[in-house]
């Protein structure tokens, strides 16, 4: 299984930004994804996840109704779409799958599988 992340940059606060995940070796129509953030001296905490059986997904609290999460099994990818960004939406980006995606507590301990991280600023 291999994911990697990218799409991550710099933009001011209430813009936008999509993060893609390639992804490798499994089929996503029967494995959960997931995007987790990473904010600088905090633990790293899941954003939103996607369902593989069901395409159902999840948000954390602090980013529903402003990121969305999809997928394209066509193309192998995972993306997250966050809009009206905050300055505490800064930080690492990461990708994950092998894992379990069935609310909106999403735990970074039942993932099993992680890209690398790409890098996320929001400030004016």
């Known amino acids: 299984v291999q994911l990697q992340a990218s799409g991550g940059g710099s933009v001011q606060p209430g813009g936008s930004l999509r993060l893609s995940c390639a992804t490798s070796g499994f089929a996503m129509d029967e494995d959960d994804l997931g995007w987790f953030h990473q904010a600088p001296g905090k633990e790293r905490e899941g954003v939103a996840c996607i369902s593989g059986s069901s395409a159902g997904t999840f948000y954390g609290d602090s980013v529903k109704g402003r990121f969305t999460i999809s997928r394209d099994s066509g193309k192998n990818m995972v993306y997250l779409q966050m809009n009206n960004l905050k300055p505490e939406d800064s930080g690492v980006y990461y990708c994950?799958?092998?894992?379990?995606?069935?609310?909106?507590?999403?735990?970074?301990?039942?993932?099993?599988?992680w890209g690398q991280g790409t890098q996320v600023t929001v400030s004016s």
């Open positions: 994950a799958a092998d894992g379990l995606c069935a609310g909106s507590k999403i735990f970074d301990d039942e993932y099993d599988a």
